[in-house]
């Protein structure tokens, strides 16, 4: 575990209590490929309570048995594959309530959930993952409130929370009339990689990197998740979405408040959500001459997507921090599908020394993570070519994070579903970065600049190196 988890969780219980969870949406595909892979790694990986159960929801009318062999073909197929040791028990845990779930109608919910507390005990804590679209989250947790469902209990919001400043508005104000900000945990799960979370041991542990981490010394960031998946695979509600919504309001706009933030007072949870939105209050609402939207050729022909569709499957824009210590730095950020190939990286690039050493190529000190799987450092630099000449060479120094010893990281959806169980919000969003959020986001919302198309296996639109000028991308240039 990080120097970063340890210190963020010494104020947190180390334990999850028993436990009652009730994945909304128990058979859609975000559950399938996210929800209950990571549950079942907490399983494996003996970290759950002692005593817990997990209870479907969904309208369908599905035996127990038969959720049992759903959750086997999910995990068959997306891992962990069921091993003897832990799927017996596992699986025995398993419920489903159907008729599904509202104001008026619960359907079976409450009758599954008294079977769970009667095998785990009346005082389990229940934790509501609301793994279905975002038009639901509303309706949910007005019933929620509705049936009693809310005490002693956490519920998970999936992204976006909100299509618009509009639809955001109005569910925080049903999530606050039925919910304490406490009980609230709004997923992202760029916010769980343990890259992410590495940025903070790097910078505040390490006086050479936090004393260049300002505008004196930095002179871009860029943070880059390209992507070679289409969307074949969630094509409806891709197309009602895009990848503004979907990738820029989220992800990208919440790493970008990680590396920008000020040193919090301490690394738990309350100081550091505090300095993360404190800083996201100071971007400079988007400017939608410095954003280009692109859409891939072919998007249209995908099934699902409607024939005239104008939705965005590429996004890049230049991003600007209105603070003493980022000011006048642009923050490029991009993300797209189809592209040419995929990568999920934050780059600080520093600025090129002007003397004694004259003409030294632009972009050659860089500091990276790899936000993909484990995670990685790089740290891009000059040196001196061993010889008689003076002559100066571009090397990378990496360091793999899987390879720290003892090192055990965890996939994002485990780590942040753990968190949950634990009671612990240090990597969860609030309202008040969110609404900040989307004020940045309105004038691109109000007045998109037209698509560009570009070709599949591309960098995208052509027109999106102009904001990286002028320098360029690092990825794919």
């Known amino acids: 575990m990080s120097t970063t988890t340890r210190a963020r969780r010494d104020s947190v219980a180390r334990v999850p209590r028993p436990t009652v969870f009730v994945l909304f949406g128990a058979t ?56 003897r040791r832990w799927w017996r ?6 419920l489903f309530a159907g008729g599904g779930f509202g104001t008026d109608d619960p359907g079976s919910l409450l009758d599954v959930i008294g079977q769970a507390r009667s095998r785990v005990g009346h005082a389990a804590q229940l934790v509501h993952y609301l793994a279905v679209p975002p038009v639901a989250f509303g309706g949910l947790t007005e ?28 569910l925080n104000r049903t999530v606050r009339r039925v919910l304490d900000e406490s009980q609230v945990y709004r997923i992202d799960h760029f916010l769980g990689k343990e890259a992410t979370q590495d940025l903070h041991v790097l910078r505040f542990a ?41 990738m820029l309001v989220t992800h990208l706009f919440q790493v970008a408040a990680e590396v920008a933030m000020e040193a919090p007072a301490t690394l738990g949870a309350a100081d550091l959500q505090a300095a993360r939105e404190k800083v996201i209050r100071s971007f400079r609402p988007l400017d939608p001459a410095e954003v280009v939207l692109g859409q891939f050729s072919g998007y249209r022909d995908v099934p699902g997507v409607a024939l005239r569709s104008k939705t965005d499957t590429f996004v890049a824009a230049r991003l600007w ?22 990568e999920q990286r934050v780059s600080l690039v520093l600025r090129t020394p ?22 990685e450092i790089d740290l891009r630099l000059l040196a001196k070519r061993p010889g ?26 485990v780590r942040l579903i753990h968190d949950v169980l634990l009671g612990d919000r240090s990597l969860f969003t609030r309202p008040d970065g969110l609404s900040a959020v989307w004020k940045v986001a309105q004038p691109l919302l109000d007045n998109p600049p037209r698509l560009a198309t570009y070709a599949p296996g591309s960098w995208g639109p052509a027109r999106a190196r102009a904001l990286a000028a002028p320098h360029q991308w690092l990825l794919g240039e």
């Not at 038969?66 to 995990?75: Q, S």
Request: glycine content about 8%.
């Open 28 to 83: 859609g595909d975000l559950a399938k490929r996210m929800v209950l892979p990571a549950f079942a790694t907490l399983a494996a990986e003996g970290l759950l309570p002692k005593e817990w159960v997990l209870i479907g929801n969904g309208r369908g009318d599905i035996a127990h048995e038969d959720f049992r062999e759903h959750v086997h073909k999910a995990l068959s197929e997306f891992g962990p594959r069921p091993e």
């Open 89 to 94: 028990d596992f699986e025995r845990r398993l």
């Open 143 to 170: 019933a929620l409130g509705a049936h009693g469902l809310t005490a002693h209990a956490r519920v998970v919001y999936e992204k976006p929370f909100g299509t618009s400043p509009q639809t955001f508005r109005a």
């Open 206 to 246: 390490n006086e050479i990197f936090a004393a260049m981490w300002d505008r004196e010394h930095v002179e871009s960031v860029q943070i880059d998740v390209p992507e070679t998946l289409g969307v074949d695979d969630r094509a409806g509600f891709y197309d009602a979405t895009g990848a503004v919504l979907d």
């Open 321 to 342: 921090i209105d603070n003493p210590r980022w000011r006048g730095v642009p923050f490029l950020l991009r993300t797209g599908k189809r592209m040419a190939a995929s």
């Open 354 to 375: 002007q003397h004694p050493i004259t003409c030294l190529p632009s972009q050659a000190n860089v500091l990276s993570f790899s936000l993909s799987g484990s995670g």
């Open 388 to 413: 008689v000449d003076l002559r100066v060479e571009p090397a990378t120094a990496r360091l793999p994070l899987s390879q720290l010893p003892d090192a055990a990281p965890l996939p994002p959806y």
